[in-house]
């Protein structure tokens, strides 16, 4: 039987998330009303319906994003709200409190990467909770995957593209300690993208004023196969903030890589919805939103992980600055020293001492930029083009099309018999009376019939493989044929898209743990319930800012001291004792756990 690969695009509302299934994707994943791990990002109920008709279509799905932790006072309210998301039409819902295992779901349940599964015993465990899918933790190696898959019989989901958070998801507390704002109740601050000073214990700053915390974004659109062969079925887009060029582009990107993948490998894999996608713009990530890319862990192996002079996007160098001069309008004139064939409208941005500034280039012309007046930019530095005007027009305006085949017969005897059947396998037919008087020239009407069918109609693409007539063709017209081919379309249109069945799961909990810590995030009574029903014996609550001293904020693979070549086991650096991440006065210690490879920040 094949593997059904998906591929899973974010959406921040519902015409993004329509415009992802237009460009490829198999699902969309988005948040409803209430409870997303993006504060920011919720939908209405009806925007959610209206996303899910659309999808449905195609057979892609839609999952819900239901993935904070919740408040015992917060169940009832969680609960109702998933009803009303299962009667709009949700598919499954991606869930990180065990307290959603008793709102007893119609659909499946999905584990969040906000679960931080990172071992097999963690994916046996939330198998065994119930969940079909496991959205698996960031920092993995290939190695690492493996294992979890034969672990586990529920499907695997793993990011392949966009942001990544420096510490196991789910697990960081520095938000919640700067700002009192919990990452696990959707309201992270990304403290991550904070400029910090590294400093020694006798007060000697070593790195002053860097991003040392932000890494760059994730790009596996090179790894689908090794992931596919690992046991991923599920390649998710990060991005539920991103705007909708973003979307477009990247998701398109990844479903021409994913469809190249299961043309090479047949015997094995088909994609998880239907419709082949026709024309538009051709792809190019590099030309939105990233902080650089790096495929983080995948090898296991370490690299150059961090962005610490550019944890926004800068974009491509496009040159040095040779002047910045005031115009008489008041305007700023930039020259470069190369031509690049800018354009009005481009963005751009520059390293300064105060940090990554922008702006927009009004008039580009050859190597000149005209804009408003800039601060900070000089002579010598280096301009990187962020926003591409050009390309920004051909997302908006040159759009794919996404189109289910349909295999269409017809039979010319006493009457028509016209039959169809849909890529996805719904049948039609039809019984049609015909003229009596036949085509004088059978080689055009026969060419004729086929050029009028073989169109689309809909979200449909119709191809004849069978035309028959024993006594040859009668005479009809173009808009004779035409009708047939609306009418086969509404035919369709009546009977659902069939989908592509996902598991469901049942099992008996097993906790990975004896003692349940913070880091589980538990905070109600029915989830503290689940640990001790699977063989935990204490469950400690949620972090709270009533903490004890040296409390991990965050614990990850990223390392500071290999990023800036100072680690003694893997570079031969000379020790340099107790390291501190300082911000705004407050002091935050380092601790390296180099018998596990890891790097934790402390309160």
Not at 486 to 504: E, F, G, K, Q, Y
Request: net charge neutral.
């Amino acid at each position: 039987m094949l593997r059904a690969l998906e591929l899973l695009a974010p959406a921040r509302n519902a015409d993004i998330g329509i415009a992802a299934i237009d460009c490829g994707a198999d699902a969309v994943y988005i948040a409803g009303p209430g409870f997303g791990a993006r504060h920011s990002a919720g939908n209405p109920v009806d925007e959610v319906r209206r996303l899910c008709e659309y999808a449905h279509r195609f057979g892609a799905r839609i999952f819900v994003t239901l993935n904070t932790i919740l408040y015992d006072g917060e169940l009832p309210e969680a609960r109702a709200m998933m009803r009303d998301l299962e009667d709009a039409g949700a598919d499954a819902f991606i869930v990180q409190d065990l307290a959603v295992r008793s709102f007893g779901a119609r659909v499946p349940l999905h584990a969040s990467t906000q679960c931080s599964i990172r071992t097999p015993e963690d994916a046996a465990f939330y198998s065994g909770m119930g969940f079909s899918r496991l959205v698996l933790e960031r920092q993995l190696s290939l190695e690492d995957i493996r294992k979890i898959h034969s672990a586990t019989p529920a499907e695997l989901e793993f990011f392949v593209h966009g942001a990544l958070c420096v510490c196991y998801s789910g697990q960081c507390y520095m938000s919640e300690a700067v700002a009192g704002r919990s990452a696990n109740r959707g309201e992270c601050v990304q403290a991550c993208r904070s400029l910090y000073d590294l400093v020694d214990s006798s007060g000697r700053t070593l790195v002053r004023n860097k991003a040392l915390l932000s890494l760059k974004d994730l790009n596996l659109s090179n790894r689908l196969a090794d992931l596919a062969d690992a046991g991923i079925s599920s390649f998710k887009i990060e991005g539920r903030l991103k705007n909708i060029s973003y979307v477009r582009n990247v998701t398109r990107e990844y479903s021409m890589a994913l469809d190249a993948l299961v043309a090479s490998r047949p015997d094995l894999y088909r994609r998880a919805s239907f419709g082949r996608i026709k024309g538009g713009f051709t792809p190019m990530p590099d030309k939105t939103f990233n902080r650089g890319y790096t495929e983080l862990f995948i090898d296991g192996k370490r690299g150059s992980w961090a962005s610490m002079d550019a944890p926004k996007s800068m974009g491509t160098a496009v040159g040095q600055v040779v002047s910045v001069r005031p115009s008489r309008n008041g305007e700023t004139v930039i020259t470069l020293d190369r031509d690049l064939s800018l354009r009005n409208g481009d963005g751009f941005s520059f390293i300064s001492e105060s940090g990554i500034q922008g702006f927009r280039g009004d008039v580009c012309i050859g190597r000149e930029i005209r804009c408003k007046a800039v601060e900070g930019l000089e002579k010598g530095m280096t301009l990187y083009r962020n926003i591409d005007s050009a390309f920004e027009k051909e997302l908006s305006g040159n759009l794919p099309q996404r189109l289910i085949g349909v295999k269409v017969a017809m039979d010319f005897g006493n009457s028509l018999s016209i039959s169809a059947e849909s890529e996805d396998g719904r049948k039609v037919s039809l019984q049609l009376d015909i003229p009596e008087e036949k085509a004088e020239n059978q080689e055009r009407m026969e060419s004729m019939i086929y050029g009028q069918v073989e169109k689309t109609a809909g979200h449909y693409s119709f191809s004849l493989e069978k035309l028959s007539a024993a006594d040859g063709l009668p005479l009809m017209k173009a808009s004779e044929i035409n009708g047939i081919r609306r009418t086969l379309a509404s035919r369709l249109d009546a009977l659902p898209c069939n989908i592509v069945p996902m598991p469901s799961m049942t099992g008996k909990p097993t906790s990975p743990d004896e003692e349940i810590s913070y880091k589980s995030n538990v905070s109600n009574h029915i989830s503290r319930q689940a640990y001790l029903s699977g063989g935990s014996r204490s469950v400690e609550k949620a972090f709270e800012l009533t903490h004890r001293k040296d409390t991990e904020l965050m614990r990850t693979k990223y390392c500071i001291k290999h990023e800036l070549g100072l680690c003694p086991i893997h570079q031969g650096a000379s020790p340099t004792g107790p390291l501190f991440l300082v911000n705004n006065g407050r002091r935050f210690p380092l601790r390296f756990d180099c018998s596990r490879c890891e790097m934790a920040v402390l309160d």
